[in-house]
T-cell receptor
Framework: NAGVTQTPKFQVLKTGQSMTLQCAQDMNHNSMYWYRQDPGMGLRLIYYSASEGTTDKGEVPNGYNVSRLNKREFSLRLESAAPSQTSVYFC??????????????FGQGTRLTVV | AQSVTQLGSHVSVSEGALVLLRCNYSSSVPPYLFWYVQYPNQGLQLLLKYTSAATLVKGINGFEAEFKKSETSFHLTKPSAHMSDAAEYFCAVSANSNYQLIWGAGTKLIIKP
């Protein structure tokens, strides 16, 4: 059982380049999330999708776009990468929208460096 | 607004010693509190959670945490550290809206042989 799969695991971009981080889950979960993790800071929510067909901004959405392609897949796009977007990105999923009542399952993360 | 503070970005203990990872929170409403663990090269996974039932919560792998309202704390403990406990531990508190979580910065637990 793969759980939550993120690709790629590592990526180096030049400032201004674009890229899409892919995320897929095989647990038939309704809700999916994108977080970033920076040194000395907790996880910060970028965007989430409470259910297929819906997306909402989180705490730090600027510079990012998302697509909930279907129930399994939730991608994160950087249109014009900036050094401030250097971070570790985590995708997560949960059965229901509320993380108070359900467990979030995380991918292994994507380590992105923008030079 | 809710917030979480984890004291110590790194904690080092000897194998067999007590593990204590500190988490303090602020919340304007009764909180839900969580500990997640990230083993090397893996995603985060739920260790335990407090949802206003028993104040002492038991989790996986022998870990437990006690909710202390008067101290606004939710410290994580394990009586005897094992080499396999080496990981990064994250404390989180429920946010006021959107049913999301506010995360602490994480504490890396190092186990010395």
């Amino acid at each position: 059982n793969a759980g939550v799969t993120q690709t790629p695991k590592f990526q180096v971009l030049k400032t201004g380049q674009s890229m899409t981080l892919q995320c897929a889950q095989d647990m038939n979960h309704n809700s999916m999330y994108w977080y970033r993790q920076d040194p000395g800071m907790g996880l910060r929510l970028i965007y989430y999708s409470a259910s297929e067909g819906t997306t909402d901004k989180g705490e730090v959405p600027n510079g990012y776009n998302v697509s909930r392609l279907n129930k399994r897949e939730f991608s994160l796009r950087l249109e014009s990468a900036a050094p401030s977007q250097t971070s570790v990105y985590f995708c997560a999923s949960s059965e229901f929208r509320s993380l108070l009542n359900t467990e979030a399952f995380f991918g292994q993360g994507t380590r992105l460096t923008v030079v | 607004a809710q917030s979480v503070t984890q004291l110590g970005s790194h904690v080092s203990v000897s194998e067999g010693a007590l593990v204590l990872l500190r988490c303090n929170y602020s919340s304007s409403v009764p909180p839900y509190l969580f500990w997640y663990v990230q083993y090397p090269n893996q995603g985060l996974q739920l260790l335990l959670k407090y949802t206003s039932a028993a104040t002492l919560v038991k989790g996986i792998n022998g870990f437990e945490a006690e909710f202390k309202k008067s101290e606004t704390s939710f410290h994580l403990t394990k009586p005897s550290a094992h080499m396999s406990d080496a990981a990064e531990y994250f404390c989180a508190v429920s946010a006021n809206s959107n049913y999301q979580l506010i995360w602490g910065a994480g504490t890396k637990l190092i186990i010395k042989p």
